[in-house]
């Protein structure tokens, strides 16, 4: 390709052909990507026929949202894609972590234990559980929390978890976080959470299986819901809103879960039956709709990325050839000047805000301060180009997200040129 255009963007001769020298050895993984979308696209394609999706479903409700044909029949989709019995799907859910304390707060009652048998949990959960204090949290209300660390490598501690639940009679439900949040450990495959709800349910099955999805959804032609999670739960502004959904968040499974959710989420009473969806269902259709495809983008991007760092020497996970099991690109770099101009070299390829600078700030939920790089056309939305970590040791930066692979990897180029005018890496 003539690099003519991505001189006009700032990107030098040199990073372009270091850049496009790797892609060269990654058509194959991307074919591979490519197929999984395809089977997912036609996936979602089939559920929204299968539903009979109409126009009228894309013009939405107002007030109490009371027959709002196009909420109900989006929310069947949900459940048909995720072969579940039911599925929430609003956007009175404002993020990720809200539809996790949802789902949280609604299935559980004072007396209960959750159990994270995966480690400790994404930091904004930690105020949600209790870990550290917070207004409201599950420990508020007498509901308890046991956890056991991941082996070395990943693996799950089975030994420890086979003896928590034999001794935790009071254990209700277990979370299980599909992706890594801001640890350095690999993010878990269907497979395998497949094979841990399968210890969990026949040593104790009754127990509700929750599986944090944010971030793995539509990467592989599977989901947690189809290998024994009760339920799934994750974020609009994340893969299956597409780029589209300006907000939201859902929670599919059983129906009894769900149900549970929605009547925590409006009112004893009143559940399902209301909440107004006033004119987004358009963007959440077709945000899912594209879903597959942008998701596909994504992974390209983090693929892109790994091959890069690790070629520089730098810590990366999931490492050049791992396969992929959600869209985080994990880099360390074991220095702060390093992450900030990584995350500047993202925000400089952004559609929107390119000309600004992002600096650490002292975000809600964290325990440091954390830098973000995201000029996307929905705020915070992490399934566009973005960029984000804490600001303490080990200094890793977390990428993710990209609506086309062609933005993806131009990201990805800016942050290796920031990287290389700063001084800061030295291409040979």
């Known amino acids: 390709m003539n690099n003519r255009i991505y001189e006009e963007l700032g990107i030098s001769d040199k990073v372009y052909e270091f850049g496009e020298e790797i892609i060269r050895d990654l058509r194959q993984r991307f074919e591979k990507i490519d197929e999984n979308a395809e089977y997912n696209q036609l996936k979602v394609l089939k559920a929204m026929q299968d539903n009979r999706v109409s126009e009228a479903c894309l013009l939405g409700t107002t007030g109490y949202g009371y027959n709002d044909m196009g909420r109900d029949k989006l929310e069947a989709v949900y459940a048909s894609v995720f072969h579940t019995e039911d599925a929430l799907v609003r956007p009175q859910i404002t993020c990720g972590t809200h539809a996790l304390a949802l789902a949280l707060m609604s299935n559980l009652r004072p007396g209960d234990m959750l159990f994270s048998p995966v480690g400790k949990p994404y930091d904004t959960l930690e105020e949600v559980i209790g870990i550290r204090s917070s207004k409201g949290s599950l420990k508020e209300y007498g509901i308890d929390y046991v956890q056991v660390d991941l082996l070395s490598g990943g693996s799950f501690d089975y030994e420890n978890i086979r003896r928590v639940l034999i001794e935790n009679d009071r254990i209700k439900l277990v979370t299980i976080q599909r992706s890594k949040g801001y640890q350095t450990r690999p993010t878990l495959s269907v497979e395998r959470i497949g094979e841990l709800i399968g210890i969990i349910k026949g040593l104790r099955p ?121 869209i985080i690109q994990a880099v360390t770099f074991r220095d702060p000047e390093k992450l900030i101009a990584f995350c500047e070299g993202i925000q400089s390829a952004a559609p929107v805000d390119s000309h600004v600078s992002p600096e650490p700030w002292d975000m809600p939920g964290y325990d440091a301060q954390v830098i973000m790089a995201a000029g996307a056309f929905v705020s915070g939305s992490s399934i566009e180009l973005s960029a984000d970590g804490p600001i303490k040791e080990p200094y890793s930066v977390f990428f993710q997200g990209g609506l086309t692979w062609p933005h993806a990897k131009l990201g990805i180029l800016k942050t290796l040129q920031t990287l290389v005018d700063k001084c800061l890496i030295v291409l040979q």
Do not use: H, W
């Open 206 to 326: 009754e127990i509700i299986c929750m599986v944090d999805n944010c971030y793995g959804e539509f990467v592989e032609t599977v989901e947690p819901s189809d290998v024994g999670a009760d339920m799934v739960v994750g974020s609009l502004i994340k893969n299956p809103g597409g780029g589209l959904a300006p907000i939201g968040g859902y929670i599919a499974g059983k129906k009894e879960c769900v149900e549970n959710a929605a009547f925590r989420l409006t009112s004893p009473g009143l559940g399902k039956e209301v909440g107004a969806s006033l004119g987004i269902l358009s963007q959440f259709y077709q945000g899912f709709f594209l879903a597959p495809v942008v998701t596909a983008a994504a992974l390209k991007g983090a693929i892109f990325a790994a091959n890069i760092y690790e070629r520089l020497g730098f810590e990366v996970l999931p490492n050049a050839t791992e396969e992929r099991f959600d």
